[in-house]
């Protein structure tokens, strides 16, 4: 028994658990307006009602991100890769990638529905901004993590750049990377329910504006609970990669006994 | 005053059949000073070294007198500042790749396995890979990892680290190991035993060894010839031949040639400074 409540699987629901127990007894003795916070059953029952149409409309949030995401990984790493071995690029496009970041997404998104209307694209484009950074930023610093030591060693070996490249550096730089694509998945689901903020007519953003237009606040509850849990599958997901890819770093030992 | 090199006249123990005496390693003049910010810091002044095939040689020294970098400069990892190393009979221009290097951490990747991490050398340099394995497994039987070829390096000690390490430089078969505190993060005991291990590897292999320590027992133990180096800039204060028979058993430390061996070189740590015969 004990045990059954100890699982690791099993904390988390039953936090949620709690949580949703505290949230009803709270509305009930506190008198909330369901306008203000809607009671639990009625966001369950929402969430039943128009699950289909909820799961329907997921579908171009999650296109959207995974667009973006794929987008953050296959150029923020080969662009991470430039700025590790060169010192040039890297004095001249760190900065401006700092700087890019410090412009809100939220206020240049209106601009990519001028630019590209009101399809995916604009919304690809804003998951791609606010997920790209941080796989840059973590993978420049996987690629120069490498000890001194090893560099020397492999020198030693004389083999070519590029295979001191694939066989040292890439495989070193693996576990940034990863956790990097851990931060920017969910990053690139933002980036996508912003896009649809600005200019859309489907996807989780439009649910969330109609509801909060209509004062449907049991339905942008759910709406909200699809979204989460939509981070939460793309986030578990990397990381179950990454458990079966390299198993052999730190976060992944299952069993570190060490042997003498 | 103090007892100094006569290498050139010491006679052989007569446990081992005498050596060719062919200097493999020629350090001439070499200096080495790095760029800083309060201008340049000298870190090696003239250096003068030979080493002959099949010789084990030791460098201690205090710590920053400059033995690490002088490592360094023979494995062509570092430019000389001046003077000129030649291996061979040829004059070192960049990192040179008929060594095995063992450095104080095992530097093993993290990634690969025992067996693999051995054989990233012959996958760097284009070796026969069937041709690896085998002797990856010989060297695996000999390093005494047997049965460890899969485990990852997090899962071994640190002594075991090391040994695999070994195997890895010894695997192309090198004519040169340099290895810089090899042993410098193990504890005591297996510190001992990695000497005794070294040992027998050396005396099988009869590889040109050089190796820094800060440890005289160690230095004295396994070596031909001691060489103490001064403090920072570092200059080569005095060589001593260790005349012991091999091979050693760790018994030779209570004799009282070890004894006087270690107190002629410990000498020089405490003599510092006054010592300018040289």
Redesign the interface.
Known sequence: MRNAFNSAWLRPILLVAIVIVVWDISVRLLNVPAYLVPPPWQVLEQLVLEGPMLLAEAVPTLVATLGGFALSVLIGVPLAMLIAYSRTVESYLYPLLVFSQSVPKVAIAPLFVVWFGFGILPKIIVAFLLGFFPVVVSTVMGFKSL?A??V????????SRW??FY??SL??A?PAIFSSMKVSVTLAVVGAVVGEFVGSNAGIGYVLQRANGNFDLPLMFAALIVLSLMGVILFMTIDALEKYL?P???SN?L?????? | MLAVSMKKDAARPTAQPPKIHVPLIEVRGVTKTYPGRDGPTESLRPIDLSINEGEFVSVVGPSGCGKSTLL?LV???APASGGEIRIGGRRIVG???N?G?V?Q?A?L???RNVSNNIL??A????MDMAAARKRAQQLIEMAGLKG?EK??P????G??QQRASICRALLHDPAVMLMDEPFGALDAMTREKMNIELQRIWLESRKTVLLITHSIPEAVFLSDRVIVMSERPGSIAATYDIDLPRSRSLNVMATPEFASYTRMIRAHFYAQGSLDDH
Do not use: C
């Open positions: 000890e030591d090893m020397d060693l492999v020198r030693s070996m004389g083999g295979k001191m066989k040292v495989p070193n693996m390299l052999w770093h730190v030992r069993d570190s006994t060490q042997v003498h | 360094k494995a062509g990892l990192p040179q790749t060594v290097i450095f951490n530097v990747m993290a990634w990233l050398q996958e760097m340099r284009g460890f485990k990852y997090w899962q071994l000690s002594g075991m």
